[in-house]
């Protein structure tokens, strides 16, 4: 929301774990994926130095977890490997946050298609 502080990687990890535990106990599996690059972003306010920490910390954890069924990687589809908190400049829709119709395509093949018949 507007004028709120930005969610910290604590509350962001807390609250997939929650959604997780309540998918398992409906007995329904659940599928995560990592935050993508968002550094240098056109907007004011999104690439801040705490903003783009909660990133790296939140995605370490999804990559790591075992709260979730299955684990898309779809940051590093599409990170600026010289630079991955950026969008890699080929897959950059332009404003530095949003990805071009090649970063969709790569963010698209980061999804497994057998694990969606979970």
């Known amino acids: 929301m507007i004028g ?3 969610a910290t990687a604590g509350a962001l990890i807390e609250g997939f774990t929650a959604l997780a535990h309540r998918a398992h106990a409906a007995d329904l599996k659940i599928l995560g994926a990592t935050i993508g690059p968002f550094a240098g972003a ?6 801040t130095p705490a903003g783009l920490a909660a990133r790296r910390e939140v995605n370490d954890w999804i990559r790591t977890t075992d709260a979730f069924d299955a684990v898309f990687d779809v940051a590093r589809a599409v990170e600026n490997p010289a630079a991955p908190d950026y969008i ?7 404003d530095g946050m949003h990805l071009n119709d090649r970063g969709a395509q790569a963010m698209a093949d980061s999804v497994d298609l057998e694990t969606l018949a979970l």
Do not use: K, N, Q, R
Request: glycine letters at 18%; zero cysteines.
């Open 88 to 94: 890699h400049p080929a897959l950059d829709g332009g």
């Open 4 to 6: 709120e502080p930005p």
């Open 42 to 47: 056109a907007y004011p306010g999104i690439s």
